[in-house]
């Protein structure tokens, strides 16, 4: 469907000519008064009732239906440029209403670059001249990583993000991961994560479009801080609320020599950067709060399910993929276990964000009761073993304290 910016396009450039002033004079060259709002505009002709005919009030209003009044006018009218009288109406005329498309001359004043300066160009037109831009390795680097943000502004509004495979944007895009140019490749990791975030139909693209395997791949091999913290965030828009999440992490990816999606997340909870692994323990915090959510199929729109349904087929082919919950496949990859050994060594640990998220992961475990009994024992010995400064430190107000409390025993 046409963007209003197209639409106003196509009409200034179909517009016809105002008259000319000779056009003018002959349509005034009729009988009658006429006024006109603008020239070339609105024109207001009253053809005046003939001098024979007869009032009685002179032309005076006839307000009530005792009064006298003309036999050409209702009880309630008022004669005046605003009540047509006689055989004559009151017309209305625009340069536009001739039914004759001969006489309409189409405005060939107006160039493409003028529309352009008028009304501004379309986004979907920016959005592939920022791409095709990027891409285009002859460009100075400063200048394709600017088309990068205007292109990770434009595809902020959910509309734009989802006209990206008809746009045929996706694939241009998912080739810049593999650019010798790390500003190139975090920006464009920065373009998917918020493309995807909170919109299952351009997660639906996204998975696809096969751009799952190479985000984790981008992750494994990378070396800079900000691609493996944009690789996350990435992640984190892709798998969050995603009906198949568990599938998606479970599978074994060629492009990781057959690694899964959890043993990247394993591998992001040990990375040395405080950043990265900041983000991961947010990430797996928020996958276990999904662990149980369930999706009605029926509140989908057509194209995501298809979209479900042809990936379904896919991971049935994979011997290492069931339909586990999340929980179970972060324990089976050791995530768990992980956790609890970064909080057995708090004290150690100077990133508290970090330590905070591990311990949200724990008691979001708890809460849904998906803790076995060693994990709930050890949890058990970490908990009682921080004094109530180091749970405040790390956001864990009394009344969660309280709450977490309760559960262990």
């Known amino acids: 469907m046409p963007d209003l910016n197209e639409l106003l396009r196509w009409s200034i450039a179909n517009s016809t000519q105002p008259q000319s002033q000779g056009e003018q004079a002959s349509s005034q060259s009729q009988s009658g008064e006429q006024v006109s709002s603008s020239e070339g505009g609105l024109t207001i002709r009253y053809n005046p009732p003939s001098s024979t005919s007869n009032r009685q009030n002179g032309g005076t209003a006839v307000l009530h239906s005792s009064d006298s009044a003309p036999a050409d006018l209702s009880p309630a009218s008022t004669p005046g440029p605003g009540t047509p009288t006689g055989e004559n109406p009151l017309t209305f005329s625009l340069p536009t209403t001739s039914t004759n498309e001969s006489s309409v001359t189409k405005r060939s004043d107006l160039t493409t670059e003028m529309l352009d300066l008028i009304l501004g160009k379309s986004d979907s037109i920016t959005m592939k001249e920022k791409m095709a831009f990027a891409i285009d390795e002859s460009n ?210 100077d990133n508290l964000e970090f330590e905070e998220n591990l311990i949200k992961s724990l008691i979001n475990a708890l809460k849904i009761d998906e803790l076995t009994l060693d994990e709930k024992l050890k949890f058990k010995n970490i908990w009682n073993g921080l004094n109530d400064k180091q749970k405040e430190d790390r956001g864990i107000s009394l009344e969660e304290d309280k709450e977490v409390i309760t559960l262990l025993d």
Request: proline share 2%; net charge negative.
């Open 140 to 349: 100075p680097l400063e200048e394709r990583v600017e088309a990068l943000d205007d292109f990770e502004m434009l595809i902020e509004l959910i509309d734009n993000a989802n006209n990206m495979p008809i746009l045929k944007l996706w694939q241009p895009l998912l080739d810049l991961l593999s650019s010798s140019e790390t500003e190139i490749v975090s920006n464009a990791l920065w373009i998917i994560g918020t493309a995807v975030q909170n919109n299952i139909k351009a997660q639906a693209a996204l998975f696809i479009n096969n751009a799952f395997p190479l985000i984790l791949k981008t992750y494994n091999e990378s070396t800079s801080s900000s691609v493996k913290a944009k690789s996350i965030y990435a992640l984190s828009a892709s798998l969050k609320h995603w009906p198949l999440a568990s599938k998606a992490l479970s599978k074994k990816y060629i492009e990781i020599n057959d690694k899964t999606g959890y043993e990247i997340l394993l591998k992001g909870l040990k990375d040395n950067e405080k950043n990265v692994k900041k983000k991961v323990s947010f990430l797996i915090s928020t996958l276990i709060m999904q662990s149980n959510q369930e999706y009605n199929q029926n509140e989908l729109d057509n194209e995501v399910k298809n979209v479900i349904e042809e990936l379904n087929k896919s991971y049935s082919n994979d011997n290492n993929n069931d339909n586990q919950k999340i929980i179970k496949g972060l324990r089976l990859s050791n995530i768990i276990k992980e956790l609890l050994n970064n909080l057995e060594n708090l004290n150690l640990e």
